[in-house]
């Protein structure tokens, strides 16, 4: 521990990681919004905003309204009716109706043609801006109607109209699964359209909403499928290439969330030191280095609770895991420690920020973490299975969804069982 300890204060990325990460917790160091948004017509004074969206829609927590992001180009003024161009990022929250308007099996319906927000995807917003009583020059756009005016132009608007489409198709497929169909959809795309609310509010209490936010356990799961599946089909040679195509087809069709940016970094670090025939490597330098460059290149995530829970687990892991196993093998076995441990260090990492953003943490998802992680990851697996099997053979699909629902049901029970434990709460 004393040598590593010493190679972490010698390793220059690692201290210019730590001495950043302190100045941004200290508020030493500021964040530059650099898609302000900028127009003549006063944010105060927007009626209307037309632009492409840039990011997933996910749902409220009370269910009301989609949030997302907006790269405006347009606007509108109220007072006047004049309508001025714009630039700048936004986040909008839009009606749920609107957004749900062509998802299976809801029955909102809205005047005009349906609108699909996606990523990409050009529409017109209408309603007002709202501020942020609680952080100054902030707020939103509330939105209740939109017009849709199709995919971006150009090749890579074709490319994420291509996506939006593929994402639609595959909430229809998994709308016929039920329940156990929305949790795959939230799993694998990160759209919650169809999560139960109860069994998502018991994997919170219990400590295990990293496990529904996509993050690097998602994406090193499908890239290892990808990867071991073709290994065994095309041999060791394509093994790079697959898993490489398997991290970009998996983030490209679930979309860039500030924890899943994390892990396409450290991935594509890892597979490149691979290629370069490093004889080791040290994670701690690679999560240095990607939090220095994912800081510089996208700056906005910095303050975001993702951004902030999902270095902090990884960095707590790397550090404290070690020691903490050696600590767990005196009295429990190694199968089980090795979990246990890694669970222990992220819990450690980022309680003090859990209460800071929330108020709260919860200590029973050490061990909920342990139990939990291997059973998702058994469930992904059955879930990828079956969805092949009802492409290839379409009258089976019934079966597998019954099969599926089975599972999540034991899923729901045992995040339920955890759920009951109480919280560490604290009030600033």
């Given at each position: 521990m004393v040598e590593k300890l010493r190679y972490r204060i010698k390793n220059p990325f690692f201290v210019a990681a730590l001495l950043f990460a302190?100045?941004?917790?200290?508020?030493?160091?500021?964040?530059?919004?650099?898609?302000?948004?900028?127009?003549?017509v006063n944010m105060e004074e927007?009626?209307?905003?037309?632009?492409?969206?840039?990011s997933n829609p996910s749902?409220?927590?009370?269910?009301?309204?989609y949030l997302f992001k907006m790269d405006v180009e347009s606007a509108t003024c109220g007072k006047t009716g004049v309508t001025s161009s714009a630039r700048g990022i936004i986040s909008v929250l839009l009606d749920s109706a609107v957004v749900e308007s062509i998802l299976p099996g809801k029955l909102y319906s809205i005047t005009g043609n349906a609108v699909l927000v996606e990523?990409?995807?050009h529409i017109t917003l209408y309603g007002r801006w709202s501020n942020n009583d609680d952080k100054p020059n902030t707020g939103f756009f509330l939105s209740d109607g939109a017009t849709y005016h199709g995919p971006s132009s150009g090749f890579f608007g074709k490319v994420f109209h291509a996506r939006a489409l593929s994402r639609l198709i595959f909430k229809r497929l998994m709308y016929g699964w039920g329940k156990a169909g929305g949790f795959i959809l939230a799993l694998l795309s990160g759209s919650r359209e169809y999560t139960d609310q109860a069994v998502a509010i018991d994997f919170r209490k219990a400590g295990l909403s990293h496990i529904l936010a996509l993050s690097g356990m998602h994406l090193s799961f499908f890239a290892g499928l990808v990867g071991n599946s073709g290994k065994k089909i095309l041999g060791k040679k394509y093994s790079f290439f697959l898993k490489l195509a398997g991290i970009l087809f998996f983030v490209w069709f679930a979309g860039l969330s500030p924890s899943l940016f994390r892990a396409l970094l450290c991935s594509l670090m890892i597979l490149l030191s691979s290629v370069l025939f490093c004889k080791s490597i040290d994670f701690m330098t690679i999560l240095s280095f990607v939090f220095l460059l994912h800081?510089?290149?996208?700056?906005?995530?910095i303050f975001s609770a993702a951004f902030i829970l999902s270095y902090g687990a990884l960095a707590g892991i790397l550090l404290f895991g070690e020691f903490i196993e050696y600590l767990f093998l005196r009295i429990i076995p190694r199968q089980i420690s090795s979990s246990l441990a890694a669970s222990t260090g992220a819990q450690a990492m980022t309680a003090p920020f859990s209460l800071k953003l929330f108020g709260a943490f919860m200590p029973i998802g050490i061990i909920a973490s342990v139990i939990m992680t291997p059973l998702v990851e058994w469930f992904l697996i059955l879930s990828v299975v079956s969805i092949m099997l009802s492409f290839m053979i379409p009258l089976s699909s019934h079966f597998w969804g019954m099969l599926l629902n089975v599972f999540y049901g034991l899923i729901c029970a045992i995040a339920g069982f955890f759920a009951k434990f109480p919280a560490v709460s604290m009030k600033f």
């Amino acid at each position: 521990m004393v040598e590593k300890l010493r190679y972490r204060i010698k390793n220059p990325f690692f201290v210019a990681a730590l001495l950043f990460a302190i100045a941004l917790c200290s508020g030493l160091v500021t964040v530059k919004d650099r898609n302000e948004f900028k127009s003549l017509v006063n944010m105060e004074e927007l009626s209307s905003i037309s632009g492409h969206v840039r990011s997933n829609p996910s749902k409220t927590s009370s269910g009301k309204f989609y949030l997302f992001k907006m790269d405006v180009e347009s606007a509108t003024c109220g007072k006047t009716g004049v309508t001025s161009s714009a630039r700048g990022i936004i986040s909008v929250l839009l009606d749920s109706a609107v957004v749900e308007s062509i998802l299976p099996g809801k029955l909102y319906s809205i005047t005009g043609n349906a609108v699909l927000v996606e990523n990409h995807e050009h529409i017109t917003l209408y309603g007002r801006w709202s501020n942020n009583d609680d952080k100054p020059n902030t707020g939103f756009f509330l939105s209740d109607g939109a017009t849709y005016h199709g995919p971006s132009s150009g090749f890579f608007g074709k490319v994420f109209h291509a996506r939006a489409l593929s994402r639609l198709i595959f909430k229809r497929l998994m709308y016929g699964w039920g329940k156990a169909g929305g949790f795959i959809l939230a799993l694998l795309s990160g759209s919650r359209e169809y999560t139960d609310q109860a069994v998502a509010i018991d994997f919170r209490k219990a400590g295990l909403s990293h496990i529904l936010a996509l993050s690097g356990m998602h994406l090193s799961f499908f890239a290892g499928l990808v990867g071991n599946s073709g290994k065994k089909i095309l041999g060791k040679k394509y093994s790079f290439f697959l898993k490489l195509a398997g991290i970009l087809f998996f983030v490209w069709f679930a979309g860039l969330s500030p924890s899943l940016f994390r892990a396409l970094l450290c991935s594509l670090m890892i597979l490149l030191s691979s290629v370069l025939f490093c004889k080791s490597i040290d994670f701690m330098t690679i999560l240095s280095f990607v939090f220095l460059l994912h800081c510089i290149m996208i700056p906005s995530d910095i303050f975001s609770a993702a951004f902030i829970l999902s270095y902090g687990a990884l960095a707590g892991i790397l550090l404290f895991g070690e020691f903490i196993e050696y600590l767990f093998l005196r009295i429990i076995p190694r199968q089980i420690s090795s979990s246990l441990a890694a669970s222990t260090g992220a819990q450690a990492m980022t309680a003090p920020f859990s209460l800071k953003l929330f108020g709260a943490f919860m200590p029973i998802g050490i061990i909920a973490s342990v139990i939990m992680t291997p059973l998702v990851e058994w469930f992904l697996i059955l879930s990828v299975v079956s969805i092949m099997l009802s492409f290839m053979i379409p009258l089976s699909s019934h079966f597998w969804g019954m099969l599926l629902n089975v599972f999540y049901g034991l899923i729901c029970a045992i995040a339920g069982f955890f759920a009951k434990f109480p919280a560490v709460s604290m009030k600033f």
